[in-house]
């Protein structure tokens, strides 16, 4: 879910980068009301959590128009409960496996080509170094191919404003699409292709990527038995003098997966809990997202996002939301002297589908959420941070959520987290 940083380097051709990042974010949220629990719950008492990341960044240029980079990261920590209680959940540098010890994982090894259309007469464009990105240049209509392990969002579904939880907003409500269940190990990469053709003022991108074995499961090894499809179009624009961008995403995931109806069926006729992984089978679930960034003046942008899926199924992979939209705006510093501070403001509306709600009421777990019971409401948050920056390549950002109806229990909170971070590039 983490997006590489930038680095500030002249575009210098370089054959090879390595460039790092660390990232620690802590959050807490006072007691709340909670007159019942489940096995998913965000747990009622007070609590804090932390977690910490270390990645680097290797490249190398292969030959024209090729790179290849490793991604070897160390990480430590937990999310808030363990990473359960919210469908909309309070950080992004959160995963879904966590441990108190720090440990090794690879989350990117991939190899990316840029192949240049109109040869010879075509406009190239600056390329500055960064995380994933050699200083260069590159053909400004071009088709580019990436293959091998990264995250889907790294490709798809990205925004300038709304997008990385080093950098932005921590919500994952916030900084991805909600309703966009997307293939993704536990910690939200995995093995894919992706093509995207760019010319002029549009780009069309298509990509297709591995399921999990089961719902938000471990991927160890490339298996394309089970796996997603995705497409967006993608067109910029300019508004009064100021850029923006128009994208409209598609998806379909295609492999085993439980209905909740069907889930809901068999629990009655046996008296029991409704549970998806007993009536899973091959299926399709499809959804789809509207993304819009648009800068308003050189410090001011604004992001809004629409998403939905079919929501009979169960979430397979990201987090149980059947309808979101966000929306919020991004000011830089400039107005009181800060040119590098960042204070950002937004807000998330996301729901369930009938069928689910059906069946978290009976009692159903999910990937996320399931209370044990469930008394219906739209979950709403409210997010804002200030990001400072101490030193050229050293930031401290505070963070509030104002979480209603966490995992659309109206039962439940409201939950105000609090949240430091502290992020550092070299």
């Known amino acids: 879910m983490a997006q590489a940083p930038a680095a500030d380097t002249a575009a210098q051709p370089r054959d090879w980068e390595w460039l790092g990042q660390v990232t620690n974010v802590t959050q807490a949220h006072p007691a709340f009301t909670s007159p019942y629990r489940g096995d998913n719950s965000l747990d009622p008492a007070r609590r804090s959590a932390e977690t910490t990341d270390v ?66 007469d075509g406009k190239m464009e600056p390329v500055e170094a960064a995380a994933n990105q050699l200083a260069g240049s590159r053909p400004a209509d071009n088709v580019t191919l990436t293959i091998g392990k990264f995250g889907v969002p790294d490709v798809f579904d990205t925004n300038r404003y709304a997008h990385d939880p080093r950098a932005d907003f921590l919500n994952w409500s916030m900084i991805d699409a909600g309703a966009f269940d997307y293939a993704a ?112 003046s050189a410090d001011l942008g604004f992001f809004l996002r629409a998403s939905a899926n079919s929501g009979r199924r169960e979430a397979y992979e990201f987090t149980e939301i059947n309808r979101s939209v966000s929306l ?56 804002t941070y200030y990001s400072a920056q101490l030193a050229k390549q050293v930031t401290l950002a505070i963070n509030y959520q104002y979480l209603a109806n966490p995992a659309h229990n109206r039962d439940r909170g409201p939950v105000s987290v609090y949240g430091v971070r502290l992020h550092l590039e070299f």
């Open 185 to 296: 190990d536990s910690w939200g990469f995995t093995y894919g292709a992706a093509a995207e053709w760019t010319q002029g003022w549009w780009t069309l991108r298509a990509g297709v990527f591995q399921l999990s074995p089961v719902p938000n499961g471990k991927i160890i090894t490339p298996k394309f038995n089970q796996q997603m499809w995705v497409t967006e179009a993608e067109a910029r624009h300019e508004w009064r003098g100021r850029p923006g961008k128009v994208k409209l995403l598609w998806f379909v995931n295609h492999g085993r997966m439980g209905a909740y109806r069907d889930a809901i069926e068999l629990a009655r006729s046996t008296n029991g809990t409704p549970d998806t992984s007993l009536v899973r089978r091959v299926a399709n679930n499809a959804g789809f997202a509207i993304n819009l960034e648009q800068e308003i």
């Open 328 to 383: 919020g705006f991004s000011l830089r510093g400039a107005a009181w002297g800060r040119t590098e501070d960042t204070v950002g403001v937004g807000a998330a509306f996301n729901s369930l589908s009938a069928d689910a709600r059906a069946y978290f009421a009976a009692g159903g777990m999910g990937i996320l959420i399931g209370d044990g019971a469930l008394n219906y409401a739209p979950e709403r948050v409210a997010e």
């Open 55 to 120: 990645t680097l960044y290797a490249g190398v240029r292969l030959w024209r128009g090729a790179e290849a980079w490793l991604n070897p990261e160390l990480d430590q920590g937990f999310g808030l409960s363990n990473t359960l209680g919210a469908a909309g959940f309070p950080s992004g540098e959160a995963y879904k496996i966590g441990a108190n010890k720090p440990y090794w994982r690879l989350p990117r090894a991939f190899v990316r080509q840029v192949i240049a259309l109109n040869e010879g």
